[in-house]
T-cell receptor, first 113, second 111 residues
Framework: DGGITQSPKYLFRKEGQNVTLSCEQN?????MYWYRQDPGQGLRLIYY???????QKGDIAEGYSVSREKKESFPLTVTSAQKNPTAFYLC????????????FGSGTRLTVV | EDQVTQSPEALRLQEGESSSLNCSYT??????LSWYRQDPGKGPEFLFT???AGEEKEKERLKATLTKKESFLHITAPKPEDSATYLC????????????FGTGTRLTIIP
C-alpha cells in the first residue's frame, strides 16, 4: 500500500546536537511538506518542496534545514540553532496542482533531554 | 494574515447525540477549506475539501458545509469510533502553498 513513512517514531536529542528526521513516500507525489505540531497550536509549516532539488521556507524555518535529492525523500534536520525543538513533527505530501487532500505520515515525536 | 478559529476546543457527546463543530476563518480570497481527522499520536487524515460558499460534502456520519465566513462539521448519530480531534485548514488564493490550520476540536463520544 502507498503511503508516507516517518522514522523514527520517537527521538531524543541532547542540547547542542543536530538530529535528522526521515520522511519517505511511495505515492509518486511531487510536493512534500514538514509541519510542526505543538499542544494548543495549529500545525505550522516549516519547509516545503514542490520538485526535486528545490525547496522553500515556511513560517518557522529558523533552526531547521531540508534536502530533496530524490522525489521520494524529504528529510528534515533539526539543528542546534532551534531553541525549542520539542514537538510532534509531521511530514505530508500531495499531487502537484492538487492543493488539498494532503497525505500525512504518522509523525515523529522529538524530545530534548 | 490568514486566521482559523475552531470551536469548541473540546466536546463530549453521548453515542447517538448529534452536534456540530465550527471553523471560522479570515483569509484573503479563499481557495478552499479542508477538514482532517487526527487520532492521538497519529498524523491527520484527510476528510474533504469545500471550495465555495453553499457547498456541502458528506462522508459516513460527517457532513461539512461552507459559508463565506465559516464552516460547520455536523456529526449525525456519532459512534465511539468517531472520537478524535477534527482539524480545519484553509488555503488562500492560487499559488499559495501554505495551509493555515486551526487548533482543532477534540471530540469524545461516550458509549
Amino acid at each position: 500500500d502507498g503511503g508516507i513513512t516517518q522514522s523514527p517514531k520517537y527521538l531524543f536529542r541532547k542540547e547542542g546536537q543536530n538530529v535528522t528526521l526521515s520522511c519517505e513516500q511511495n505515492l509518486n507525489h511531487d510536493a512534500m511538506y514538514w509541519y510542526r505540531q505543538d499542544p494548543g497550536q495549529g500545525l505550522r509549516l516549516i519547509y516545503y518542496s514542490q520538485i526535486v532539488n528545490d525547496f522553500q521556507k515556511g513560517d518557522i524555518a529558523e533552526g531547521y534545514s531540508v534536502s530533496r535529492e530524490k522525489k521520494e525523500s524529504f528529510p528534515l534536520t533539526v539543528t542546534s540553532a532551534q531553541k525549542n525543538p520539542t514537538a510532534f513533527y509531521l511530514c505530508a505530501s500531495r499531487v502537484a496542482g492538487d492543493y488539498y487532500g494532503y497525505t500525512f505520515g504518522s509523525g515523529t515525536r522529538l524530545t530534548v533531554v | 494574515e490568514d486566521q482559523v478559529t475552531q470551536s469548541p476546543e473540546a466536546l463530549r457527546l453521548q453515542e447517538g447525540e448529534s452536534s456540530s463543530l465550527n471553523c471560522s476563518y479570515t483569509v484573503s480570497g479563499l481557495r478552499g477549506l479542508s477538514w482532517y481527522r487526527q487520532d492521538p499520536g497519529k498524523g491527520p487524515e484527510f476528510l474533504f475539501t469545500l471550495y465555495s460558499a453553499g457547498e456541502e460534502k458528506e462522508k459516513e456520519r460527517l457532513k461539512a458545509t461552507l459559508t463565506k465566513k465559516e464552516s460547520f462539521l455536523h456529526i449525525t448519530a456519532p459512534k465511539p469510533e468517531d472520537s478524535a480531534t477534527y482539524l480545519c485548514a484553509v488555503q488562500a488564493d492560487f499559488g499559495n502553498e501554505k495551509l493555515t490550520f486551526g487548533t482543532g476540536t477534540r471530540l469524545t463520544i461516550i458509549p
